[in-house]
Structures are given as structure tokens and as C-alpha cells.
């Protein structure tokens, strides 16, 4: 109960509660934009934290994530046009009913239900980290190299349409993360020459030309002076208890969902969404609404999205696996203040931990207030034409990545990343894929040369404790349900188009 | 350009730029004991991953050479293909200008400027210029009252 008091009190900080505020706002707007989206906006807002106390920082990144998620359904119900993935399926209701109904209460579905969701992610959160954590302390360096690599396969093998491009992604994003001081020899590696790349490639840099640069020029070729017609008739946001009971059902279901697939790693909301929305509409008792501006066909959508963001920061804070591109970047702020995700960080960084588990609930609660709030505001941004949205965010960019580290090398790295990933998008390479395998690559090969050292080079090591064969197992079956799932898709759809999850 | 021949050329200069990586990897290593006892030194994952990446890439280029599917032989388009390379040269313009003089509120004001009034081209040059300097210029003064008066920040 002591820990309790000192946690809150470590919490409810003027800092801490601005730096919600501001993610919170970002991620609202950033995430109703159609083409910039959430992973784009805890890019941007990366840099920003360098200046903070680490939780302050992170707590501004959470808020950002799980504003974004609601945010996207703003553009998906006003617009017809998901902000974000994993508010695709909001649009088959949500559009409907603003367009026949009235789209403030489209709004207050989808944010009474994301909040919702966005609780029981956090308590999610709270109640298995712990436990999954002290487990994790029995794991040794090969358990921790296999379970890299199954993050790594399961972002690797269930994102994108085109597995071996995917695969191509993830090796990708492990040179990448090899470039720079080794750490255990501190021989130079693949530096080119450049004193600037002795610490890697800067994080920042990296991030911001894959997703916001690469984005910027997306959104050029879709078009600069389009301007969206929003319905925003009856903006006010508000649901009695009757219609929140009506929901009740879907947000459950919704909920469980997106929690258990956001654990998963390579999951997350955009699909978990989709997901969802297929059990509440095959199981309601009105089957027949659903596309026609159904509540539940709101809600179950809405409220997994949320969920899974909690859920996604399970294995990332017990096990060190990010799960998706967002958490990866979030995985960022906690490198770039030195501190390493895993079982050691919740004895390491107590109040830290603690600190993300009850600040998660309150950027929920914050979410909540400011979508009630400011969600009319929010709508009318959706009319701002790409035109000044590029110019505006192109700027920041660039500020943010020389504030990162002051160097304008790092400017010129961004810039040739965000070409080189404008082209790999448009071949579908996977971009979740690379960020991931970045973050992921020093704990695969310090824990794989550590293991091989031990072992003295022997192969066996990965083989010694029941806990690594069972990883073994599950790489083994991560690959095996990948081609399954494979030939199984191109026997029944041979033209289906899964999506890079997350990304775009 | 079809996107058959897009793919393969992006497959080529991944090999390229994998062995690329690994001859510069080994040779900023050289110098070093890169053999530990095990054998698993600093460049022992890099040239893994090379190898990866190279038997990767031969497996989408044969691939993209048996698929004659008409979605791979269609040529490549680019909507506003020419806006793309404007804001490509302007951010490099921008970049230098900024390394080389300085100065950077400006650089930024001529930035924006420049970007809004070529991105609205369409509404008239009269049009478009006006609208630019109004919104650069409140840009301007939004970005230089955060960075450089309430944060403190110095570019």
C-alpha cells in the first residue's frame, strides 16, 4: 500500500501530467490524419524526450499511441477514410451511422469504447507483466537470442504480403543495428569511415526517414490540394448508460482480443481489429446491422485496438521484445535514456515500471477527457489539405532530428533513408519488419556470441534447458504456421493483400 | 520502367550494398582480433546476415523473372512525380544552405515559402505566393517562440 502511495506520487507530476496532455493531443491529431498516422507522431515526438526525465518521456510517447489509436477512428467515421490500420474496420460502421445518424454519436462509440479497451490493455498490462517477468528471470543468453529471433519471426513472417521481402526487411534492419562500436570487442563496424556512425546509426534519423520522410512523399503522390468534406453536423460527443450497456457485449470481446493478439508479437491492432469485428458480428444478436452503422460493429474494432496497445507492451517491458513498430520506437526512448526493457528492468527501474503500469491507465482517462473535449476541434483538422501538412511536417522533421543529437550528418542519413524507403514501401518491403529487427538486433547477437562463448562454440548450448528447447519449438512452429498460413491463403484467396501491420 | 524491372534492380543493389557492408565491415575489422576463442567475433553476425541477405535477394530476382504476371510488367507511374523531386531538392537546398550560412529561421521561412507556394501552384501564382508567406511566416515566428525562446533551443 506504501508502494502504492509512492507510486501515484511519483506519477502525478505537473511534468508527467503536461507531457500526457501533449502526447495525448499529438496523438489525437496525427492519428485523425489520414496518411501521417500514430507510428509517425511517436516518431516525431521522439527527439522531445531526450530533454525529459525518462517518465515523463515515455508516458508522452504511451499517451501518443493510445490517443492515435482513437484518433483514427475520427477520420474513419467523418470521412470514410481510416486515420490509422487498425481503424480500418471502424469505417464499416462508423461512416454509416454519421452519415444517417448523427456522427457525434459514431464518435462516442468508438471513444467510450477505446477507453474502455484502453483500461482493460492496462490492467492487462499490469497483471501479466509482472508474473511473466519473474520467469523471465530463469532465461539465460540462449534463451534470450531464441526469443529474439521468434519477435523477429513472428514480425518477419506474419507482416506483409511478400514473406521473403519481409524476411529481406528484417535482415535489413539487423546490419543496421550492427553498424557502429561492437560492444563486447569495440572494433570499429561498417562505419564507412564516418565518425558519426561509431555509435550507430542515430535512432532518431533512422526512424523519422523510414516512417515520416518515406510518408511525406506517399502522401505528395496521393495527391496535395485534396480537400476532405467532413460531416460534422452534430459534433457533440455523449452516450447514456442504456446505449453504453448496448455496447457492452462487443467491448468485452473487443477488449479480450485486442489484449491476448497485442501480447502476441507481429499481431497488434490492424489485425486484431478485423478480428474482432468478425467474432461480435458473427455471434450478435443483430447480425443483419452490421454495415449499416451498427453500435456493436463500432465498438468491438475500437475497443480491441486499444486493448492491444497494452497488450503489445507486455512482452516488451517482461521480455525486451517489441511487438510492433510503435513499441519499437517507444523501445527507443527507454535505449536512448540508457535503460534496457526486460525481467531485470522491473528490480532495476521499480518505480519507472511502476510509473508506465498506473500512467498507462491515466493516458486512457486522458484520452477519454480530451476526446470529449476536443474531438469537434480535432475534426475540423481533417480539412487541412497535404499541401501545408507536408510543408509543416517536413520542417519538424528535420528540427527534430538535428535536435537529437546536433548533427547535420544525421540530416543528410534521414533524407537518403526516406528515399530508399519511399521505393522499398512501393516494392512492399516491410518497414515494421526493419525497425523492429534495429531495436532487436544487439540483444540477438550479444546473446548468441555470449551463448557461443560459453559454450565454447558449441551449438549444443541452444539445446541444454527446457525452456530453450521449448523456444526451439516455437520458432519451429512460428515458421511452420507461417507457410501453412501461406499455402493456405493462396489456395482460398490467391489475390488477398494482407497489410504491413502497423505501418501504413 | 515496369515493376519487374524495378524490383530487380532494387534485388541488385541490395547485393551491392550487402557486400559493400561486409567488405567495409572486414576491413575496419582487420586490425582487430576478430576470432574469439569460440570463433564468434564482431563480424562473425555481420557476414551471416550478408549471406542472408544475398541468397534472399537471388531468390526474389529469380522470382520476379518467372513471374509474367501483368501487375509486374506494368510499367511504373508516379503521381506528382515532379513534386516529389521539387521537395527533394528543396529539403537538400534547405539542408545545405543551413549547414553552410546558417542562419536557420530563415532558411526555414524560404523553406516553407518556397514549398507552399510551387504545392498550390494550381490556385495561381498570386494566389499560392500570398498564402505561403502569410503561413510561413506564422509558422516562422510559432517554430522560433518554441524553439527559441520557451525551449531554449539553438539551431
Redesign the interface.
Known sequence: MENLAQDLLNLFTLTNMLCILLGTVVGMVFGALPGLGTVIAVALLLPVTF?LPPLAGILMLLATYQAGEYGGSISAILLGVPGTPQAAATVIDGHPMAANDSPGKALSYSLVSSSIGGIFGGLVLIFVSVPLARFALNFGSPEYFLLGVIGLMAVGLLSGRDK??S??SV??G??AG?VGV?T?????????GQPELMDGVNLVAFLVGMFAISE??IM??????VRYEADRGTLKTGLTWKEIKGIGRSTTIGSLIGAGTGILPGIGGGASCWFAYAVVSKTSKTPEAFGKGSAEGIAAPESSNNASAGGALVPFLALGIPGSAAVAIIMGAFIMHGIQPGPNVFTAERDLVYGIFYGFIVTTVAMYLIGRLLTPMFARVLVIPN??L???V??LC??GI??SKGA?FD??LA?GIG?AF???K??EYSVSSVIIAYVLAPII?EN??RS??L???SYDIFFSSVYSIALVLMVVAAVGAAIYGELNRRRNQPDAEPTDYGVK | MTWKHLNSLMSVLLIMGGIGYTLNLNHSASQAIFFSGSGVGPTYFPNALTGILVLLCIVTLIRNFRDKSPENTAMVTTENFGYILATLALAIAFIASWQVFGYFYLNVFVLLTVLLTIYRIEFGIRNSSLVAVVTSVFLTGFLFALFGKILEISF
Open positions: 530533454t521473403i521481402k524476411m529481406i535482415v535489413l539487423l546490419m550492427t561492437d563486447l570487442t569495440g572494433v570499429n563496424r561498417a562505419t564507412f511525406l512523399f505528395i503522390s496521393k495527391g496535395l490540394n499541401s501545408f507536408v510543408a509543416t517536413l520542417v528535420l528540427i538535428y535536435a547535420f540530416l543528410w533524407l528515399v519511399y521505393i522499398l512501393r516494392l547477437e548468441f556470441r557461443l562463448t559454450s565454447n562454440g
